[in-house]
């Protein structure tokens, strides 16, 4: 059956230190994939989209990479700071739809 | 700009009663997703509109579930003869174009069926 997985457990990192999270999936053949960040009581909030024929993607302090053949991104966060603390999601889209499968999240907890 | 809203943010309700839910998107944009989402739950497909195009339904969970889209625009989410199993929070999310593309979602409506 089709499963993404995110780290259930919270990532809990040292402010200035590099955030890594992952996102697996199995059964997929996605097109797009996508992060976004939420915070408590808050809808999702987009961050980056990253296609299958891309390797790499970079927007100021995020990095996302997607290993097609792996079957996962990871989403990287330099110089993490306190305000980064969130759930951070992947999406993943096939191709032909237009409909998202989110994974559960992972919460990130960044200390002062 | 303004985003996406949802109205009610909150909506207690007894079990066996009819709720409706509202989202207003991003003027302009065409397409318009559903979602819910339960405690340590991801977020889970309920249904998609685009344009003037017939929805993707195929996330409902029930016949209790429906919703429209009225002018291309404002949407809402009904359910019918709750069940407790119903509360979660429903999140509205809209997207520009027809290809896929970052979706603007809502704050959300935390539904509570007692």
């Known amino acids: 059956s089709q499963k993404i997985e995110q780290n259930s457990e919270a990532l809990n990192i040292q402010e200035g230190k590099t955030a890594t999270l992952t996102c697996n999936y199995t059964n997929y053949s996605p097109a797009y994939l996508q992060w976004y960040r939420q915070d408590p009581g808050r809808g999702p909030v987009f961050l980056l989209l990253i296609r299958e024929n891309e390797k790499e993607k970079r927007k100021e302090r995020l990095k996302v990479t997607f290993d097609t053949t792996l079957k996962q991104s990871l989403f990287h966060i330099t110089a993490s700071q306190p305000a980064d603390s969130a759930t951070y999601l992947c999406?993943?889209?096939?191709?032909?739809?237009?409909?998202?499968?989110f994974g559960r999240g992972t919460s990130l907890i960044v200390h002062p | 700009g303004a985003g996406v809203s949802q109205s009610p943010s909150n909506k207690v309700t007894e079990k066996g009663k009819d709720v409706e839910l509202r989202c207003d998107p991003i003027s302009g944009h065409t397409a318009l997703y559903w979602y819910r989402q339960s405690l340590g739950q991801g977020l889970e497909f309920l249904i998609y509109f685009q344009g003037n195009s017939a929805p993707d339904k195929s996330g409902l969970p029930s016949d209790r579930f429906s919703a429209e889209r009225t002018g291309g625009s404002v949407s809402t989410l009904t359910i019918q003869r709750t069940q407790q199993e119903d509360s979660a929070v429903y999140l509205c999310?809209?997207?520009?174009?027809?290809?896929?593309?970052?979706?603007?979602f809502g704050p959300g409506t935390r539904l509570t069926v007692l």
């Open positions: 999406a993943l889209v096939t191709g032909g739809s237009y409909i998202p499968t």
């Open positions: 999310a809209s997207s520009r174009s027809t290809g896929f593309d970052e979706q603007f």
